[in-house]
């Protein structure tokens, strides 16, 4: 028998696929000491919050809608138990490898459910963006991430609360708790699942929000790991400098000014990069 679980449910418009995905999460009830389950009705104008009301869950009721991850934190401060799993109302993750999740815990701080399975309906006109937010996460926090932002994990709630003042309130909760969890050492396993096509329209603007997850991953890399964003451009601008500043020299007898401003652009960028890491350092002690 698993430990007691809470699993939270953002839910905005998903009226045809909710009664579905909370019948099929119930259906694990007797695996567990006892299973909490919250579904975050936030501000839906679709029925969505009268459908819940019928169900066997807690709601919680948003007036308008805050975002995913505005969902996500307020199920976290109305849960119960220590450990938390959350997952999409859509119908896009695969409930019945909730068990196996649960099975990984072990040791892990979390386990993430990794969209790197034989089925993964990701649409086209996501990938590219996926590919890339990917790889850049990767390269600053000098780990290796099969699914950045995975809407099916589970995860200690108390390690969770340690970030809870950095997670937004929109898509991004899950890119941040991956990265703060990744950058701080905390053990985190990756699963290959399955991800279906979901039920309903998807409310993600991709353009919109691939600025927003682009900027947050150098964000929580500079709060975390402020070298790895600092030091490359750093040195990228003195050697671009240097190279200006040689070639000036060698054409004209003297430095040009970008050469100069190159080069102490990156010292300066050095320096910040530096003295970030050294309050890091300091705020672990």
């Not at 995905?21 to 104008?45: M, R």
């Not at 072990?106 to 590219?128: F, S």
């Amino acid at each position: 028998m698993f430990p007691a679980l809470t699993i939270l449910i953002p839910a905005y418009n998903e009226v045809d696929a909710l009664p579905e995905t909370v019948a099929l999460v119930a259906a694990h009830e007797q695996l567990f000491e006892k299973l909490e389950i919250i579904v975050i009705n936030d501000g839906s104008t679709d029925g969505t919050g009268d459908v819940a009301a019928k169900l066997p869950v807690r709601v919680i009721h948003h007036e308008r809608n805050h975002g995913y991850g505005a969902s996500l934190k307020d199920g976290l401060r109305a849960a119960s138990h220590d450990w938390i799993l959350i997952i999409d109302a859509d119908g896009t993750y695969p409930i019945d490898q909730i068990p196996r999740l649960l099975e990984e815990r072990g040791e892990n701080d979390m386990v993430v459910g990794a969209r790197t399975g034989e089925v993964v309906q990701v649409p086209l006109m996501r990938r590219p963006a996926k590919w890339i937010i990917t790889r850049l996460a990767e390269y600053l926090s000098q780990q290796k991430i099969p699914d950045l932002n995975s809407g099916l994990r589970l995860f200690r709630r108390e390690v969770a609360m340690r970030f809870f003042s950095l997670y937004p309130d929109g898509f991004s909760f899950t890119t941040t708790i991956t990265l703060a969890m990744l950058t701080n050492r905390y053990r985190v396993k990756f699963l290959p699942i399955n991800y279906h096509k979901r039920i309903g329209k998807s409310s993600i603007r991709p353009f919109h929000d691939f600025v927003n997850f682009t900027l947050l991953i150098i964000r929580i890399c500079a709060y975390f790991k402020p070298l790895n964003v600092f030091v490359p451009p750093a040195l990228l601008f003195i050697l671009l400098g240097m190279g200006k500043g040689t070639l000036d020299y060698v054409r004209e007898g003297h430095l040009g000014l970008l050469g100069v401003g190159l080069v102490l652009t990156g010292i300066q960028m050095l320096c910040i990069g530096l003295l970030a890491d050294l309050v890091d350092q300091r705020m672990k002690l």
